[in-house]
């Protein structure tokens, strides 16, 4: 099946830090999502990505869909205790059937 | 605000046990999921469900069966558990038009351990 091979695995960064991660796919996508996942709870989305070279925010997060349309971007400014989770890619083609997700960046802010 | 519940957060079972794992969610969402996550492995689709008593198999099946006899229900069941369906499972759900049946909104997720 279709992967997605997202970047860095984990982040240990100060608070107050920006943060970058990204998702990179061998094929081309028409959709790019991104999800937090608090420990022990499911995942929530954050933004949804639908046009190439869209640039989305939602508060401190900013997400960007690929203009190669094989990668999305998230950044977050400013980092606070709270941002501490898991970070899931998710992306569709044409070609599959359901959404294909990342293996997760997971982030941890230290004081 | 859509809302997925799940429900139980947590269960353990004995092997050869039948298991229900059940989801509802209250925004009229034609399309349901069910997602095992699992470290290393991230979230793989287990069965989808676009509508009532209709039901399509995932990435991974083997093992699990689906029900979903009204919209808002979507259960999964193990019919003998086995110690490696030991996971979190997530249920999820999403519109069926347009780009929004992309945008999936997930329960909290049910830790699930066989022993």
């Known amino acids: 099946g279709q992967q997605l091979n997202q970047s860095p695995q984990s982040m240990f960064i100060q608070e107050g830090e920006d943060v970058s991660m990204n998702c990179t796919s061998s094929?081309?996508?028409?959709?790019w999502l991104w999800y937090k996942q608090d420990p022990g709870e499911g995942p929530v989305l954050l933004i949804a990505l639908y046009k190439a070279g869209e640039l989305t925010s939602n508060g401190r997060l900013t997400a960007q869909f690929g203009i190669t349309r094989k990668d999305s971007f998230l950044n977050i400014s400013a980092s606070i205790p709270s941002d501490v989770g898991i970070y899931f890619c998710?992306?569709?083609?044409?070609?599959?059937?359901?959404?294909?997700f990342g293996s997760g960046t997971q982030l941890t802010v230290l004081p | 605000d859509v809302k997925v519940t799940q429900s139980s957060r947590y269960l353990v079972k004995r092997t050869g046990e039948k298991v229900f794992l059940e989801c509802v969610q209250d925004m009229d969402h034609e399309n349901m999921f069910w997602y095992r996550q699992d470290p290393g492995l991230g979230l793989r689709l287990i069965y989808f469900?676009?509508?009532?008593?209709?039901?399509e198999k995932g990435d991974i099946p083997e093992g699990y069966s689906v029900s979903r006899e009204k919209k808002e229900r979507f259960s999964l069941i193990l019919e003998s558990a086995s110690t490696n369906q030991t996971s979190m499972y997530l249920c999820?759900?999403?519109?069926?038009?347009?780009?929004?049946?992309?945008?999936?909104?997930f329960g909290p997720g049910t830790r699930l351990t066989v022993t």
């Open positions: 998710a992306g569709h083609s044409g070609s599959a059937r359901q959404l294909t």
């Open positions: 094929s081309i996508f028409n959709t």
């Open positions: 469900s676009y509508d009532v008593k209709m039901k």
């Open positions: 999820a759900s999403s519109l069926s038009g347009g780009y929004l049946r992309y945008e999936q909104y």
